[in-house]
T-cell receptor
């Protein structure tokens, strides 16, 4: 399967714990995006990378959130000191870039903070 | 403030009929508008992209229109099938390439 993969698919944690999610984009894609989706809503943009450079961060991304994309390949999203409000589906997407900006999404990581 | 609004109600239609979904936006000037399909527990899947200078786009049983004056896109599924049952998301693409999504419209096609 050459699509976008995410790991883990599900995560249950206690409030105050740190969690880290991984995204492996389609191999030739240089852009990588993170979105968050809550029940009944569309995905909300969090941040994106062009190769290894993080070019934009949403104001939704508090100081407790950090994302990296070392060497421009896979990416990690870490949430420190999780809160119940962080419970959501975290989606990763990748794209080739350029004018036809079709984004290909992974299956998501569903986070539940107890 | 910027808003993207899709049909607020879920859409229930009979197999074989045409489903029409609406996406209205305010305070945006998107370069492109995209439609995605999302099944429960899965990530969105790209369906169609339409540029601001295009009026209509078709792909198999799908048709999208884009009216930048009305700030509206219509998404049609013709000859609908139960397998078309899903949530359909409208997304506006900005020059910096990130997507802003509507809340989605859930379509159920009855056999």
């Amino acid at each position: 399967d050459t699509g976008v993969s995410q790991d883990p698919r599900h995560k249950i944690t206690k409030r105050g714990q740190n969690v880290t999610f991984r995204c492996d984009p389609i191999s030739e894609h240089n852009r990588l995006y993170w979105y968050r989706q809550t029940l009944g809503q569309g995905p909300e943009f969090l941040t994106y990378f062009q190769n290894e450079a993080q070019l934009e961060k949403s104001r939704l991304l508090s100081d407790r959130f950090s994302a990296e994309r070392p060497k421009g390949s896979f990416s990690t999203l870490e949430i420190q000191r999780t809160e119940q409000g962080d419970s959501a589906m975290y989606l990763c997407a990748s794209s080739l870039g350029g004018q036809r900006e079709t984004q290909y999404f992974g299956p998501g990581t569903r986070l539940l903070v107890l | 403030s910027q808003k993207i609004e899709q049909n607020s109600e879920a859409l229930n239609i009979q197999e074989g009929k045409t489903a029409t979904l609406t996406c209205n936006y305010t305070n945006y000037s998107p370069a492109y508008l995209q439609w995605y399909r999302q099944d429960p527990g899965r990530g969105p899947v790209f369906l169609l992209l339409i540029r601001e200078n295009e009026k209509e786009k078709r792909k198999e049983r799908l048709k999208v229109t884009f009216d930048t004056t009305l700030k509206q896109s219509l998404f049609h599924i013709t000859a609908s099938q139960p397998a078309d049952s899903a949530t359909y998301l409208c997304a506006l693409q900005h020059d910096d390439y990130k997507l802003s999504f509507g809340a989605g419209t859930t379509v159920t096609v009855r056999a």
